[in-house]
Structures are given as structure tokens and as C-alpha cells.
């Protein structure tokens, strides 16, 4: 039995060894390796935590002690490590399986679910404050990537840490590397720590180095206050003595004996502490150290040669047609600029960047900032493009609304993965913008069903006067062919695809192919259904809409966002300021967070939203309706 399935608590690892831990650590390399070359999966991350983790556990005691792992997308050998090393694990990221994040519901040891970025030492400090309050004496420790730290929201829990507890311990997990290399101040300065020899290097033993300047045991004898004062006279504080913590570092994140020894040290300490410790993403696979940026989060991949082993369609992905497109205009105007909060090549900006460096921008993970600093240009005749996860732009609410909507700034944002993120779950699928978005004024917004359309619809939000969105999902595109060049389309007009006699389908952006399939079904019962594509959330395509009622029995509308305030919402509400009378059937998510899962059809499938169900459901309403209507005819008769 390997060592690792000897683990079944993580009580059992304080029993193993020292002598065992790098065993244990391979053995748990591999096993991350072989599950993510399956499923799928944050590979680098996890390999680069893996003696960090371990030492966690042999220092502290979970679920008593707190780990808030930031993101959580490195909580793998967490998991493995805390009774989770079993059939729900080898299906990570899968139906049935482990999440890809930490998830409170999923174990006691889980102390704090996370899936978006900056949000661990905030959640820390105040599980910190809650535990002082209660008069008791547990540890709590935020794991932080560097590139958390270019999240505002990061900052604002250092700045309230100094007066809100004296018992907080931050891992500061500095591996450089954001999902592409890390950017910005704070990245520089991190690495400035590491490699400037006037910061306080390694020291949780100032009496040690003081015994030994001229004067020093003096020192010692007057106390702590004279302590602090002289080390800061030695060394440069750090910006985190600024802030309250006791800086240490940088520690090997690799090497058991330092790390054993920081974390003890931290554990005992009497105020904040931070320990900078430095790992290697990918480290124990060559191939992810090659190529971090790829293997931070992987597909199914080959573990001999690293190449992806997922049966892809040919066509392109939805990203890149964004990239591509906005490269090509840009290069006629130089006032296109494009903006990502750290995922270049995720919005496919890479293209960009590559190609016009100078009218691209990688803000780091900092939405609301990507946002404002986009209003900012707009007003000065730029035209911003922000190309940002849906799910990543729920952080920047308010910017979209005080910043850019209010002052109409034509600001273009490209909202990738809109709908599922079926392996990442509910903190990643981006099924709220249309109801976050819809309430605001002066917004256009779009969902194309096609790449080509996509392209075109890029094209004409550059000549809206305002802010303008367009959603569009994760993944290839249908492989329509593109035109050569985008084209404006009338801005309000869906386009007709079928003429509608009994029922109309109004199927929105990647629901458009969902919509053709219940075409062809209802048309082997006899029942003629047209099709209409929307092209627009707002503004409606309120004109076709009225003419349609006027002819069918039964509106349909489908929509990859939740139900509440959506597509089939707007709809709902333009029938009612039309006073039209139109049956209306609304397929979209239920209100419920929607878990992660092997595929989008298996998800569908889960709620209702797959063909067969909405067929059946919709199907059903129109019996009735046609039924109510012969009685109504015959009792006139
Ligand atoms: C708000 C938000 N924006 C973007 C992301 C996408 N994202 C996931 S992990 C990651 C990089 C995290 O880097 P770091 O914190 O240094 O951890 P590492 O992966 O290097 O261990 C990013 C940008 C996110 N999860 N949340």
C-alpha cells in the first residue's frame, strides 16, 4: 500500500516519517499527474504545492485550524490529503465527482469555497476575528498566490488586518506566474524581496543576528520596542511590517526542514506573520515547467508528450475569433485598445498583444480596475475593449454601471464563457450577466449564434456610442464560414430563419442550435414552428415580436443565463408593455447554482434544458392551449 493511500485522515500524516515525505510527495505528483491528464485540471498549481501542503498539515490540525487556499484551484493534494483520495477524486472535475475548487459542502475541511481570485485573506481575517470574539486560540492561515495580490480586494484585508487581529498567518505562494506571468508593482517587489539583500531576508531569530553586530546583546536587553526599531534600522521593513505582519522570507516551498521550521515559528508567534515562500509551478512534470502557462490549467492531455488528447472539433474557438477580430480592426485604428484582467490567452488578447503591443493591456487580476481604467481612456477618445470572463465580471458591477454606464463611455465588453463552464462549476458558469446587465441603461447588448455573427457584432458595438456587451460561450465555434471582413449589422434586429405559423422559438445565442432541433421535432407532430434568432437583449427586436404574436399560439424562448431576469424576462415584459396576450413557454437555468460536471449536455440534462425535455414541456403547453382555444370556439358556436 502506497503511502498515500495510507492517508485517510490528516492526522495520519503527523505519524509519517520525515524520511517518508518526499515519498509521499512523488506519490502524490503522480497521482495528480495521471488524474489530470484525464480530466483535466489545474496541474501546475497543484504540483507546485505539494510540500507546502503536506507541512501545512503536519504543523496544523484541520478542520479545527483553517486553510483558505485563494482561488482554491491548488486544493488538490489538500483534498487528497483529507480523506477525499478515492473514486470521487479520480473523477475530479466530472459528474459524480470532486469539485475543482474547495467547496464548504463537500468536506469539513474545506473552511472556505473560493473559485474567484483575491478572496482568501479577506475571508481569513474574518474567520480570525470571529475565532477572537469567541475567546479561542485555533490558527488560521490564508494560502495567497502571488498574483493575488494584484487584486484590490487583497489590499483591503491587509490594510484591516493590523487592527482587526494579532493572530493571522499569510502564505504568501510566490511562484511568478499568474495564469501567464505575473504582472505589475507587487510582482516586482516580490521579487525584490527575494533578491535585494537589504530587505530582511530569512529571520525569525533577530536575537541571533543581533549577539552578533557590536552592541547587539545591549539591544536584546532593552526589549522588544528597541528590537524592532533596530532590525528596521538594519534591514529595509517590507511593505507587510507597514501593514502589521511580521515578514520571514523567502522559504524554500519545496525543502520539508524549512518549511516545517517557518510554519512552527509562525504557529508560536504573537503577531500577524507572513511567510514568503517560493515554489515552481509544474514542478515534477517537465513538460508543465515548460509551458506554465498552459499547464495551469490543462485539458485532457498525453502525459509522454504533453499534447492534448481531448477529441476537439477543427473549428475555431470563440476566443480567438474575438482576438483575431479585434487584432484586425486595432491595426486600422489606433485608438482600439484591448484590455484583459490576467487571461491573455483565455480571451484569446494574446493575439494582440503579439501583434499590437502597445494598444494592449494586462492589468493583472483586477476587474474593477480593467473597467475604470478602460472609463478612463474612453473619455479621452479611445475605444476600450474589455474581453472578460462573464462570471469575473460580476466583480466589477458597479464600475459598469457608476463608472461607464452613467456617463454613456463607449466602452465594447466581450464576455467569454457566457453560459456553462461545465468541468469548473458554479463559480465559473456565467449565467447572470443578462440579468446583471439588462437593468442598465444606455447598454446594448448581444449574443451571436455563430463566430462569423460574433465578428460582426464586434464590429458594430466599435461604432455604438456607449457601453455595449456581447456574450458569447466557452469553447469552438459552429465552423460556419467567416466573411472576410465583420460587418455592422442594424442594431435591434434579430434575424428571421423560419417563418412561425403555430409557434415561434426565439432561440438566443448558443441555444440557436437547441432551437433548430425543436424545429425538425415538432415538425414530425405536425406543428409548424418557426425560428428567430435575437441577436439582441436590448435593445429587443420588439417590432418582430409584435408581428409574431400576431399569427402564433405559443412563444418560446431559450436562453443559456438563469430564468429571473433574463432573455425570456425581457420578453415577458415587452408582451405585458405591448399588452399583448401570448402564451410564453421560457426555458433558462433554474434558480439554483448549477454544479460542475462532466459535459453541457449532461448538465442540461439535469435541469431540464436538454431537447427532449423542453420539447416535452413545450409540446404540452401547446396542446393546451390549443384545446382551451376548440372550447372557446365551440362554446361561441
Ligand atoms: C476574479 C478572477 N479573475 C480571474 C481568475 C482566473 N484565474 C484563476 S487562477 C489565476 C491565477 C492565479 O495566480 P496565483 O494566485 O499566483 O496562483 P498560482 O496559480 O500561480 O498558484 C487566474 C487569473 C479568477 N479565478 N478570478
Not at 33 to 62: C, D
Not at 254 to 273: E, G, I, M, R, W
Not at 356 to 362: E, G, H, T, V
Not at 557 to 573: C, H, K, M, P, Q
Amino acid at each position: 500500500m502506497s503511502l498515500l493511500q495510507q492517508i485517510k485522515q490528516p492526522v495520519d500524516i503527523k505519524k509519517l516519517d520525515e524520511s517518508d515525505l518526499p515519498i509521499l510527495a512523488a506519490e502524490i505528483r503522480e497521482k495528480i499527474i495521471q488524474t489530470t491528464s484525464k480530466n483535466g485540471g489545474h496541474i501546475g498549481p497543484n504540483l507546485g504545492v505539494v510540500e507546502l501542503t503536506i507541512a501545512l498539515h503536519r504543523t496544523f490540525s484541520t478542520p479545527n485550524d483553517s486553510f483558505i487556499f485563494d482561488v482554491s484551484h491548488q486544493g488538490y493534494v489538500h483534498k487528497l490529503l483529507t480523506g477525499r483520495n478515492d473514486r470521487r477524486f479520480n473523477n475530479i472535475r466530472l459528474s459524480n465527482g470532486l469539485s475543482g475548487f474547495l467547496n464548504m459542502q463537500e468536506s469539513c475541511h474545506d473552511a472556505f469555497g473560493a473559485g474567484h481570485a483575491g478572496t482568501a485573506l479577506s475571508a481569513a481575517l474574518g474567520i480570525a476575528k470571529a475565532r477572537d470574539l469567541n475567546n479561542s486560540d485555533e490558527h488560521v492561515i490564508a494560502i495567497c498566490g502571488d498574483a493575488s495580490f494584484t487584486c484590490g480586494v487583497t489590499l483591503e484585508a491587509l490594510n484591516n488586518i493590523p487592527h482587526s487581529t494579532k493572530k493571522l498567518i499569510v502564505i504568501l505562494n510566490d511562484n511568478k506566474w499568474s495564469i501567464a506571468k505575473n504582472v505589475g508593482a507587487f510582482s516586482k517587489y516580490f521579487n525584490e524581496l527575494i533578491t535585494n539583500p537589504l530587505y530582511n531576508k530569512i529571520n525569525d531569530n533577530l536575537e541571533n543576528i543581533l549577539s552578533k553586530i557590536p552592541g547587539g546583546k545591549n539591544i536584546i536587553k532593552w526589549g522588544s520596542r528597541w528590537k524592532q526599531e533596530t532590525k528596521n534600522l538594519l534591514f529595509a521593513p517590507t511593505i507587510f511590517e507597514k501593514f502589521g505582519l511580521r515578514y520571514i522570507g523567502p522559504i524554500d516551498g519545496h525543502d520539508f526542514k524549512q518549511l516545517n521550521h517557518y510554519l512552527n515559528f509562525a504557529k508560536n508567534a504573537t503577531q500577524p506573520v507572513l511567510l514568503h515562500v517560493l515554489t515552481t509551478k509544474g514542478k515534477g512534470y517537465n513538460i508543465a515547467l515548460e509551458n506554465p502557462e498552459r499547464f495551469h490549467g490543462a485539458s485532457p492531455f498525453n502525459v509522454e508528450s504533453g499534447e492534448n488528447s481531448s477529441n476537439e472539433s477543427p473549428y475555431p474557438k470563440y476566443q480567438d475569433v474575438v482576438g483575431s477580430t479585434i487584432t484586425k480592426l486595432a491595426k486600422r485604428d489606433s485608438k482600439i485598445i484591448g484590455i484583459t484582467a490576467a487571461m491573455p490567452s483565455g480571451t484569446g488578447l494574446n493575439i494582440l498583444a503579439s501583434t499590437l503591443p502597445k494598444q494592449f493591456f494586462d492589468v493583472g487580476i483586477a476587474e474593477e480596475h480593467a473597467v475604470l481604467f478602460a472609463a478612463g481612456m474612453a473619455t479621452k477618445g479611445f475605444h476600450p475593449i474589455c474581453a472578460i470572463y462573464s462570471t469575473f465580471l460580476q466583480r466589477a458591477y458597479d464600475q459598469i454601471i457608476h463608472d461607464v454606464a452613467i456617463q454613456n463611455l463607449p466602452i465594447l465588453f466581450c464576455l467569454d464563457r457566457a453560459g456553462l463552464s461545465p468541468n469548473d462549476g458554479a463559480t465559473h458558469h456565467g449565467l447572470f450577466d443578462i440579468s446583471y446587465l439588462r437593468p442598465i441603461p444606455n447598454c446594448l447588448i448581444m449574443a451571436p449564434r455563430n463566430e462569423s455573427i460574433l465578428a460582426d457584432m464586434i464590429k458594430t458595438a466599435l461604432s455604438y456610442k456607449g457601453p455595449s456587451f456581447v456574450r458569447y460561450p466557452r469553447g469552438k465555434g459552429t465552423g460556419v464560414k467567416m466573411a472576410e471582413e465583420p460587418t455592422t449589422i442594424i442594431i435591434g434586429k434579430g434575424e428571421r430563419i423560419n417563418k412561425a405559423i403555430d409557434i415561434d422559438i426565439w432561440a438566443l445565442g448558443s441555444m440557436f442550435q437547441l432551437g433548430k432541433e425543436l424545429v425538425a421535432l415538432f415538425k414530425e407532430y405536425d406543428i409548424s414552428a418557426g425560428l428567430f434568432d435575437p441577436q439582441f437583449i436590448k435593445p429587443i427586436d420588439e417590432s418582430a415580436l409584435v408581428n409574431a404574436t400576431s399569427t402564433v399560439k405559443l412563444i418560446i424562448t431559450l436562453e443559456d443565463n438563469v430564468l429571473n431576469g433574463g432573455f425570456g424576462s425581457a420578453i415577458l415584459e415587452t408582451l405585458d408593455k405591448n399588452k399583448i396576450n401570448c402564451p410564453l413557454e421560457r426555458f433558462g437555468w433554474n434558480d439554483v447554482f448549477v454544479d460542475h460536471g462532466s459535459s453541457v449536455k449532461f448538465l442540461r440534462e439535469t435541469q431540464g434544458l436538454d431537447l427532449e425535455s423542453i420539447f416535452k414541456k413545450s409540446l404540452k403547453s401547446y396542446q393546451a392551449i390549443t384545446m382551451t382555444n376548440a372550447s372557446k370556439t365551440r362554446k361561441s358556436e
